[in-house]
């Protein structure tokens, strides 16, 4: 069955096959056709083009879309929206002047979350996760990329990661899951961090790798948490079971976590409000993405990431939004460029090429997503009638989509 949409006000981010991924100055340029037609052919992009080239006769169906734009389904590269409960009363607590570390040392933060979720069946989980998907979906979110890590116990974690694949079942949209064991220490452990540690690598993760639940493995390397070598610790004994490293490092402190990363052949380090110039020297050069979370950092007032000086070094970018319950509880990526053209002084189409097409590579399916390319998945946000493209995250805070295209099918 092949659709056609004709009268297209700008089909943005139009790439040839075969780039994965925008780096430096590059990242300035969004390229799109004005006046455009796109042809899909079942849940795949097969043409594109001028108006005037439009091939009517091929079509099964023709879709009028005048004063409209298509872009790429937004591709959030970190989530965490597999989680149970919510954390109200920890904003009020930081409102009324706690920071976040401190509400985290009283057993707050994520092992708040972990007791909540270790209570909840997996029933009930699936349902709490299945509402925040289908709401970013409307949302124009095409891609998901769902870490476990509230879990903290073989068989919370394993909770997690099996709703994960029940979401990857049922929903048209691309998810990848990620195991986060390494995300706090839990109680029990606190005095002794390393024999959670050795529990990560001996009990749960050949356990996630047998139940084959996983595809990429996340460490949140910070003061407090996970050191620079224990994360080393946990990567090197995922090697062997292909996991590739997707990992926190930089939130709060510098501590060498992003070079450690590097040298494990990460294929994102995410988070980067607080670099040296250690940093970015060691993501010069490499395969590994950077990828900044502006929503966090305006929901617990930290830094934002310096995307513009990583740009400026030449290096890529990529945006998500980091959904979970402590830093940053909602999962709108429109918000998430807005916040980023607005915060972190970026122009729309940097952030548009860090939310579509790096967000694609962040998660390792920029070869079938991020861009309107011949051969993808046609999976697109269609807008309302909008002046420009500039006015998506001009216009924060409100909804221009109109409809949302997944695998060739209107949601
Ligand atoms: O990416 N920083 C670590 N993990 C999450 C937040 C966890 C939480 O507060 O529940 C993040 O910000
Ligand atoms: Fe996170």
Redesign the pocket.
Known sequence: MKTLYIKIKELLQVRESGISKISGSDMETLPTIKNAFLLIEDDTIIDYGKMENAPIEKADKTLDVAGKMILPSWCDS?T?LV?AGN?EQ?FVDRINGLS?EEI?NKGG??L??AKTLQETSEADLFEQSSKRLEQIIRLGTGAVEIKS??GLTTEAELKMLKVIRRLKKKYPIAIKSTF?GA??VPLEFKKNKDEYIAKIINEILPEVARLNLADYIDV?C?KG?FSVGEMEAILFASKKFGLIPKV?VN?FNAIGGIPAAVRHEALSV??LEVMDKEDFKSLKNTDTMPVG?PL?SFF?GIPYTPARELMDNGLPFALAT?Y?????PSGNMNLVVSTACIKMKITPEEAINAATINGAYAMGISQTHGSITKGKKANFIITKEIPSYGYLPYDFGNNNIERVILNGKAI
């Open positions: 970190h965490h989680y954390r920890e976040y985290a933060g994520i708040n979350s890590g509230y986060l995300h706090a949140f910070e948490y926190h939130q995410d988070h979370l966090c617990l980091d979970n319950p402590g830093s940053s």
